[in-house]
């Protein structure tokens, strides 16, 4: 049974940044691919970006290209999001989630919700203007 614990949220102005964790127990970690998505009040939980069991292959939603950068280390089993030029926009809950049975994904299955089994408790980024 895979586990996720993400941490690292918190309160930061615009402008600023942040390095969201998440740590993962069970199941070979460099098996399955990783992603984040975030929530904000009041919304759908959207896609922030994706990474492949190995860490070869990224994949981001387009509006964040460029502002968060997703990686991950296998040897602690921890997937990382950096988040830099936060803005007010870009408060949510973040949470990250696994793909059990996909090392590696290829178009929209990286930013399906359907796509992953296992999501953490999230954590709160708060952005203020």
């Known amino acids: 049974q895979v586990q996720l614990v993400e941490s690292g949220g918190g309160l930061v102005q615009a402008g600023g940044s942040l390095r969201l964790s998440c740590a993962a127990s069970?199941?070979?970690?460099?098996?399955?691919?990783m992603g984040w998505f975030r929530q904000a009040p009041g919304k759908e939980r959207e896609f922030v970006a994706a990474?492949?069991?190995?860490?070869?292959?990224?994949y981001y939603a387009d509006s964040l290209k460029g502002r968060f950068t997703i990686s991950r280390d296998n040897a602690k089993n921890t997937v990382y999001l950096q988040m830099n030029s936060l803005k007010p926009e870009d408060t949510a809950v973040y949470y990250c989630?696994?793909?059990?049975?996909?090392?590696?994904?290829?178009?929209?299955?990286?930013?399906?919700?359907?796509?992953?089994?296992?999501w953490g408790q999230g954590t709160q980024v708060t952005v203020s203007s």
């Open positions: 069970g199941r070979t970690f460099n098996s399955y691919a």
């Open positions: 989630a696994a793909a059990l049975s996909r090392g590696i994904m290829y178009g929209s299955a990286w930013s399906m919700i359907t796509s992953y089994d296992v």
């Open positions: 990474i492949s069991g190995s860490g070869g292959s990224t």
